[in-house]
């Protein structure tokens, strides 16, 4: 059974940092693309920062270039994100996701994984 369970949400604030961990059971970890999107009650989701486990390929969006960074152990199955300078409109449900064919590119802008985390929230104060 494939799973994916993030952690490392909370509250801070702005200008804080936070990682967020996306462990992943259940696939062999290196043929997929993870990627890390969020959302907001009554917007649409979007795709942050995806990276083809492979090779390490990564995309990200504009919206957090330069602030966060997407990472991956292998020997734990796990993938990072780590998030800093945090802005109030960073505050969302933060999802992992894994998708087996997609490039990072795809994966991101597309929001098409094919198996999806709980979610856990980060909140960034003002």
């Known amino acids: 059974e494939v799973q994916l369970v993030e952690s490392g949400g909370g509250l801070v604030q702005a200008g804080g940092s936070l990682r967020l961990s996306c462990a992943a059971s259940?696939?062999?970890?290196?043929?997929?693309?993870i990627g890390w999107f969020r959302q907001v009650p009554g917007k649409e989701r979007e795709g942050v920062s995806c990276?083809?486990?492979?090779?390490?390929?990564?995309y990200d969006a504009d919206s957090v270039k330069g602030r966060f960074t997407i990472s991956s152990d292998s020997a734990k199955n796990t993938v990072y994100l780590q998030m800093n300078s945090l802005k109030p409109e960073d505050t969302a449900v933060y999802y992992c996701?894994?998708?087996?064919?997609?490039?990072?590119?795809?994966?991101?802008?597309?929001?098409?994984?094919?198996?999806w985390g709980q979610g856990t929230q980060v909140t960034v104060s003002s």
């Open positions: 996701a894994a998708a087996r064919f997609r490039s990072p590119q795809a994966l991101c802008r597309t929001s098409l994984g094919d198996y």
């Open positions: 990276m083809r486990l492979s090779d390490g390929n990564t």
């Open positions: 259940g696939f062999t970890f290196d043929d997929y693309r």
